[in-house]
């Protein structure tokens, strides 16, 4: 039993993998947390629309080789987000990620798990002082409320999965140099995926623990262009109380992303990011990714 659970949920992180908001790169911060979506200390509320899609998705097993394709041959998504600041120092944002997964033969929309994440400026940047960096702490939580590989019905392609079956709980630090052109960040967060019983049996995912750095420059005021790495580590799954050998995940990814501003109260972006891009990678997903997402300020 032990060993199909740990196949069942290692599908089920994996998948889970690609689902998540992370393709969207760098937000105006140093890129910490998922939430697609920041504001600025003057912007009262705000919009966001992506349209994204996935592709060339291969399964990395437990020792780091690439093994066969899994799961639809390509993902679309379409997400919203709004946020709202309380003031200077804090907003929070609420996103809904809807998808369609692609198969050889057929198509199967659902919407993901939401994401209300919640912000926190301690260290505000000052202008006069180029080398004092925005500090943020992030937390956020992600309650599970798609289709999972746990009540999927299509048990060959996987198309009716859109979640990864988990309520998790985040929180992190986001550091973000950002007052001269030359741009750069660092982020780190911690989650922890909730406990959760299926058919009498007790799944506990473990830790994750990612770690984010970002550059980038300011070409003009309404052009900026950001680059980003992300190290993922899972610490493995727990079964009714036993660890499962060999399940802990690692992911190395990259993003880009280009930023035009046509207006101080729109933005429009593009993002190129890639899953398992470098490095040592294991129990995760090759895939790679393309968003075009437009963020609009509706009320200063």
């Not at 950001?226 to 990814?253: A, K, M």
Request: one cysteine or more; hydrophobic letters at 35%; a positive charge.
């Amino acid at each position: 039993m032990l060993k199909l659970a740990a196949k069942t949920v290692a599908a089920s992180l994996i998948l889970g993998c690609t689902l998540l908001p992370k393709a969207f790169g760098c937000a105006s911060c140093g890129s910490g947390g998922d939430d697609p979506l920041i504001l600025y200390p003057n912007e009262r509320d705000k919009t966001f629309l992506a349209l994204g899609r996935t592709s060339g998705f291969r399964n990395v097993n437990a020792s780091g080789g690439l093994a066969t394709a899994g799961g639809p041959n390509e993902r679309e998504n379409l997400t919203l987000a709004y946020g709202h600041s309380f003031s200077l120092r804090s907003f929070a944002t609420i996103t809904v990620p809807t998808f369609r997964n692609v198969g050889a033969e057929d198509a199967v929309s659902g919407v993901g798990d939401p994401l209300i994440a919640t912000r926190y400026t301690i260290l505000m940047p000052d202008i006069t002082e180029p080398l004092i960096p925005q500090v943020q702490l992030i937390a956020s939580f992600k309650p599970s409320q798609a289709r999972s590989v746990h009540n999927s019905k299509d048990s060959k392609e996987l198309l009716d999965i859109f979640g990864t079956g988990f309520s998790d709980a985040r929180a992190g630090i986001d550091i973000w140099f950002g007052q001269t052109a030359q741009k750069f960040g660092l982020a780190q967060t911690i989650t922890q995926p909730l406990t959760r019983t299926y058919d009498g049996v007790q799944y506990r995912p473990g830790l994750t623990a990612r770690s984010t750095a970002t550059t980038g420059y300011q070409w003009t005021s309404a052009v900026k262009t950001l680059i980003g790495v992300n190290r993922e580590q899972n610490l493995g799954l727990t079964v009714d109380g036993v660890h499962i050998g060999s399940s802990e995940q690692l992911n190395h990814s990259i993003f880009v992303t280009q930023d035009y501003y046509p207006s101080v109260s729109q933005l429009i972006r593009f993002t190129i990011s890639k899953q398992a891009a470098f490095g040592a990678n294991k129990n995760t997903a090759q895939s790679s990714t393309f968003t075009l997402a437009f963020q609009r300020t509706i009320r200063s």
